[in-house]
């Protein structure tokens, strides 16, 4: 099954950083299969594909971390020891040589509940041991990828609050009141101008919202070409059949 894997990956998301040397600057590259795992309870298993496409060998060290939210919004992270079983990424420890690929094994056997369980998988890249006091200075990259473990019956509901506008940005607080995650790019905020055409469409960067938690996105720059045409501006989350919906009527403050 897990060579099968590379027959049906998504697209790759290729990553680099940059190796400054004395001599020639080489360059460490590498790509992930996903930015993203969602298990659900009839696959609770799945597998994270890395391939080197740079011209030097790269390692990896891979940790599991516990990932919830306080209700405010700010992230709490556990380190899970390496003997844990509640979420297992096997191996620990990865070597790529020039044009190699690796697989990491992400699985786990705890019971189905009615709340989705949140982790975070760290992919971090060891640097090379120095060699000397000319040696290579490598920037290295650390990826911390969300681990879904989906509830056996989902239920997505979400509600906006405190929406304003203050100098040509969005605020807006998402209060989740599902039991899986929101992610901030399921919003949708079109202006609309006085005969009601559409104007512009715009998406929040990427953020999470875990379930029950309420939390304040980061204020999401508006268009600046038509902000003086703008007469109101609907704001959605794109989650369910019956999407919640906030309208700012003559937002004030939508010009910088």
Same mark, same amino acid.
């Given at each position: 099954?897990f060579?099968?894997?590379?027959?049906?990956?998504?697209?790759?998301?290729?990553?680099?950083?940059?190796i400054?040397?004395?001599?020639?600057?080489?360059?460490?590259?590498?790509?992930?299969?996903?930015?993203?795992?969602?298990?659900?309870?009839?696959?609770?298993?799945?597998?994270?594909?890395?391939a080197?496409?740079?011209?030097?060998?790269?390692?990896f060290?891979?940790?599991?971390?516990?990932?919830?939210?306080?209700t405010?919004g700010?992230?709490e992270?556990?380190?899970?020891?390496l003997?844990s079983?509640?979420?297992?990424?096997?191996?620990?420890?990865?070597?790529?040589p020039?044009g190699?690929?690796?697989e990491?094994?992400?699985?786990?056997?705890?019971p189905t509940?009615d709340?989705?369980?949140?982790?975070?998988?760290?992919v971090a890249?060891i640097?090379?041991?120095?060699?000397?006091? /000319?040696?290579?200075? %490598? @920037?290295?990259? $650390?990826h911390?990828l969300?681990?879904? *473990?989906?509830?056996? #019956?989902? &239920?997505?509901?979400?509600?906006?609050?405190?929406?304003?506008?203050?100098?040509?940005?969005?605020?807006?607080?998402v209060?989740?009141?599902?039991?899986?995650?929101?992610e901030a790019?399921?919003?949708k905020?079109?202006?609309?101008? /006085?005969?009601?055409q %559409? @104007?512009?469409? $715009?998406?929040?960067e990427?953020?999470? *919202?875990?379930a029950? #938690?309420? &939390?304040?996105l980061?204020?999401?720059?508006?268009?600046?070409?038509?902000?003086?045409a703008?007469?109101?501006?609907?704001?959605?989350i794109?989650?369910?059949?019956?999407?919640?919906?906030?309208?700012?009527?003559?937002?004030?403050?939508?010009?910088?």
């Amino acid at each position: 099954m897990f060579n099968r894997f590379w027959s049906f990956l998504t697209p790759f998301v290729f990553l680099s950083s940059l190796i400054l040397g004395t001599a020639t600057a080489q360059t460490a590259q590498y790509r992930l299969s996903a930015l993203k795992i969602e298990l659900a309870p009839q696959e609770p298993f799945t597998v994270l594909a890395i391939a080197n496409t740079g011209n030097v060998p790269l390692d990896f060290k891979v940790r599991v971390q516990q990932w919830q939210q306080r209700t405010t919004g700010e992230d709490e992270l556990h380190l899970l020891p390496l003997n844990s079983l509640e979420l297992v990424a096997f191996p620990n420890l990865l070597h790529l040589p020039v044009g190699g690929r690796a697989e990491i094994r992400i699985g786990h056997r705890l019971p189905t509940t009615d709340l989705e369980r949140t982790y975070r998988l760290l992919v971090a890249e060891i640097p090379p041991a120095p060699r000397g006091l /000319e040696s290579e200075m %490598r @920037l290295v990259t $650390v990826h911390s990828l969300p681990v879904f *473990i989906q509830p056996a #019956v989902i &239920r997505r509901q979400g509600q906006l609050l405190n929406a304003q506008v203050q100098q040509g940005a969005l605020q807006v607080t998402v209060r989740n009141q599902g039991n899986v995650h929101i992610e901030a790019d399921q919003i949708k905020v079109t202006a609309f101008g /006085e005969k009601g055409q %559409r @104007l512009f469409e $715009v998406h929040p960067e990427r953020e999470y *919202i875990l379930a029950g #938690v309420t &939390r304040s996105l980061r204020p999401m720059p508006l268009p600046q070409d038509h902000c003086g045409a703008v007469r109101s501006l609907q704001i959605v989350i794109d989650i369910a059949a019956h999407s919640p919906i906030t309208q700012i009527e003559r937002p004030a403050g939508i010009c910088r």
